[in-house]
């Protein structure tokens, strides 16, 4: 039995609507999506072993369906993860397929994960050569994030996650680049990561956004959000 068949017996046990209906689908909806994010976890975990590569295509091809899935975040949550293993392949340009444009809006609910699937556009294509490409995008992507993002504290967040994948970008470029280290476009890297450290992370405990979680929940009770009235208080 696999461990998509496993989590569907575990969730449906004891459920008196387990038998079928509109909450046996959703119980049954919940086990497949979660059957499908499982193996992008163990190919992280397993990121070494010699089948790594081969591991990685699999998990992404099992991802694949969840892409059309009509919960926001559980789409954006797929798009995020079937890129970062199709980020592996010798090819980046699967992976760039199903990453949205950095600069545009992320659909309602697709937060947090369209967020990180925009730093891993800048990334990929950094990795490709795209350096200078790369810096610009994440520049205005400093902008873009304030508006998108609800809370003061998010957007403050966000903006060092921007500038972490900047530091990241501009020590590769350095790496990259011909020439001795103290070269103009060289010594322009290291002043460039001075400045973005000390404007942004100079502060004890400077916390940077984060994905705290691996993928959306996706398992909601049917009667989640409802509360049952109060009895009314009786005077003294």
Same mark, same amino acid.
């Given at each position: 039995?696999?461990?998509?068949?496993?989590?569907?017996?575990?969730?449906?046990?004891?459920?008196?609507?387990?038998?079928?209906?509109?909450?046996?689908?959703?119980?049954?909806?919940?086990?497949? =999506?979660?059957?499908?994010?499982?193996?992008?976890?163990?190919?992280?975990?397993?990121?070494? =072993?010699?089948?790594?590569?081969?591991?990685?295509?699999?998990?992404?091809?099992?991802? !694949?369906?969840?892409?059309?899935? #009509?919960?926001?975040?559980?789409? !954006?949550?797929?798009?995020?993860?079937?890129?970062?293993?199709?980020?592996?392949?010798?090819?980046?340009?699967?992976?760039?397929?199903?990453?949205?444009?950095?600069?545009?809006?992320?659909?309602?609910?697709?937060?947090?994960? +369209?967020?990180? !699937?925009?730093?891993?556009?800048?990334?990929?294509?950094?990795?490709?050569?795209?350096?200078?490409?790369?810096?610009?995008?994440?520049?205005?992507?400093? #902008?873009?994030?304030?508006?998108?993002?609800?809370?003061? +504290?998010?957007?403050?967040? =966000?903006?060092?996650?921007?500038?972490?994948?900047?530091?990241?970008?501009?020590?590769?470029?350095?790496?990259?680049?011909?020439?001795?280290?103290?070269?103009?476009?060289?010594?322009?890297?290291?002043?460039?990561?001075?400045?973005? /450290?000390?404007?942004?992370?100079?502060?004890?405990?400077?916390?940077?956004?984060?994905?705290?979680? +691996? /993928?959306?929940?996706?398992?909601?009770?049917?009667?989640?959000?409802?509360?049952?009235?109060?009895?009314?208080?009786?005077? #003294?």
């Amino acid at each position: 039995m696999g461990f998509v068949d496993n989590l569907r017996t575990v969730l449906l046990i004891g459920n008196p609507m387990s038998g079928g209906g509109r909450a046996g689908r959703h119980l049954n909806e919940v086990a497949d =999506a979660l059957g499908r994010f499982v193996p992008q976890r163990e190919v992280v975990r397993t990121a070494r =072993a010699g089948d790594a590569q081969e591991a990685a295509r699999r998990a992404a091809s099992r991802l !694949a369906v969840l892409l059309e899935d #009509d919960r926001p975040q559980v789409a !954006a949550a797929a798009a995020l993860w079937q890129a970062s293993l199709r980020a592996r392949e010798s090819d980046p340009s699967r992976a760039m397929s199903v990453l949205g444009l950095v600069l545009s809006r992320p659909r309602q609910g697709t937060l947090p994960f +369209a967020f990180f !699937a925009r730093l891993l556009r800048c990334r990929i294509l950094a990795s490709r050569g795209g350096h200078a490409v790369a810096l610009a995008l994440l520049t205005q992507l400093e #902008d873009r994030s304030d508006i998108w993002m609800a809370r003061e +504290a998010d957007r403050t967040n =966000a903006l060092r996650a921007i500038t972490l994948v900047e530091i990241q970008v501009l020590r590769d470029w350095y790496a990259r680049l011909p020439g001795p280290p103290d070269s103009p476009q060289r010594q322009w890297c290291v002043d460039r990561v001075k400045t973005l /450290i000390d404007e942004h992370f100079s502060e004890d405990g400077s916390t940077v956004f984060r994905l705290t979680a +691996a /993928i959306p929940i996706v398992a909601v009770p049917e009667d989640a959000g409802r509360r049952e009235p109060e009895a009314p208080q009786g005077e #003294d």
